[in-house]
């Protein structure tokens, strides 16, 4: 039986996280921590735990003895924190996306990993989605050829606007907490699906702005755009899209084919030179890549490298090329990696 406790609850996806954790047989789930009373009281309700603190680090002094695994739900600028205070108790981290606020703190967690043998897994909620599951199937088995152009938009109406809790809406738009704005939020997600397709590129490129928010934030739309030696990969971001997707996404060309998925439908669209379009039903998810829980669990079971998005090697990538997007936005440079 695996002892799960909650670091923080002020990341929405928390929420459907939980449900998650409850459909486990092995998983216990024993204590959360978190400042807000409110949030307190809801994690009491849905999961009749009483072990409820004040503070992630409260919960883990009282709890972290018995604790196997932590379920991170904090602001983005507080997860290298709260993983090497795990680490150092001996206890496996799960995060919820993106891996941190800046670099430095990703490569921070990295290192608390290396020194105490814990694992860290990054859960990006697009992994457990059927179409991209099947997408990422397929190019990897090179069934559109050498990967040429990649682009994914992640986008929405804005945290405040679509009805997100106000905890979390208060640290998404705060540059510090979050990292920036809807380009960390948003950007990450293209960010992390190239990196699992390309590895690293050579150099970045970003524009970010307030394009249309009349409150305080750092930005609400953004474009972050990577090279390879054989291959361009752009991620876009942002908070003021009113509608659905006018176009397939994600979008892939390959030297011998190209891949993406219908918005309306969900089914993958299969181009091959002289050939009809193809429309794929994408398979449904088995165990255990379901869920985010669910896959971690088996990779402590099993011992098996955390593969995919989800792998915090790809996501320190992905970190890297936010951070690289970022500062090309703001300084107007491009920037080249490794940084």
């Known amino acids: 039986m695996y002892r799960v406790g909650f670091a923080s609850l002020v990341h929405d996806h928390v929420w459907g996280e939980l449900q998650h954790w409850k459909a486990l047989p092995n998983v216990e789930i024993v204590a959360a921590g978190d400042v807000n009373e409110d949030l307190r009281e809801r994690f009491r309700r849905e999961t009749g735990v009483p072990n409820v603190y004040e503070s992630w680090a409260a919960m883990l002094d009282a709890e972290g003895e018995s604790l196997d695994i932590v379920q991170i739900a904090a602001e983005n600028n507080v997860h290298a924190e709260i993983v090497e205070s795990c680490a150092h108790r001996g206890i496996h981290c799960i995060i919820e996306k993106p891996m941190a606020a800046t670099l430095e703190?990703?490569?921070?967690?990295?290192?608390?990993?290396?020194?105490h043998g814990t694992r860290l897994m990054v859960n990006w909620p697009s992994a457990w989605q059927?179409?991209?599951?099947e997408m990422e199937r397929r190019i990897v088995a090179?069934?559109?050829?050498?990967?040429?152009?990649?682009?994914?938009?992640?986008?929405?109406?804005?945290?405040?606007?679509?009805?997100?809790?106000?905890?979390?809406?208060?640290?998404l738009?705060?540059?510090?907490?979050n990292g920036a704005g809807a380009l960390m939020d948003y950007c990450g997600y293209g960010a992390v699906m190239a990196s699992r397709l390309l590895g690293a590129p050579s150099r970045v490129t970003g524009l970010r702005g307030v394009l249309a928010k009349d409150y305080p934030l750092p930005d609400d739309n953004a474009i972050v755009t990577m090279q390879y030696p054989h291959a361009l990969a752009v991620a876009e971001a942002s908070w003021t899209q009113v509608t659905g997707?006018?176009?397939?996404?994600p979008v892939a060309y390959g030297s011998t084919g190209a891949l993406s998925v219908n918005t309306g439908d969900r089914t993958l669209l299969l181009l091959r030179p002289g050939q009809a379009p193809e429309s794929i039903m994408p398979s449904t998810p088995v165990a255990p890549y379901r869920s985010g829980p669910e896959y971690f669990i088996h990779g402590l079971?099993?011992?098996?490298?955390?593969?995919?998005?989800?792998?915090?090697?790809?996501?320190?990538?992905?970190?890297?090329i936010l951070e690289a997007g970022l500062r090309?936005?703001?300084?107007?440079?491009?920037?080249?990696?490794?940084l």
Not at 149 to 171: L, Q, T
Request: glycine share 8%; with cysteine; charged share 20%.
């Open 301 to 320: 079971m099993t011992g098996a490298a955390f593969e995919g998005v989800c792998a915090p090697e790809v996501s320190l990538i992905a970190q890297e």
């Open 142 to 171: 090179g069934e559109i050829g050498d990967l040429r152009y990649f682009k994914y938009r992640s986008a929405h109406n804005g945290p405040r606007e679509i009805g997100c809790d106000p905890h979390f809406v208060e640290w």
């Open 245 to 249: 997707y006018a176009t397939n996404n």
């Open 173 to 177: 738009y705060d540059a510090e907490k």
């Open 130 to 133: 059927p179409p991209w599951q």
């Open 105 to 115: 703190q990703a490569r921070r967690m990295m290192a608390s990993l290396a020194s």
């Open 328 to 338: 090309a936005s703001d300084t107007g440079q491009t920037q080249f990696l490794p």
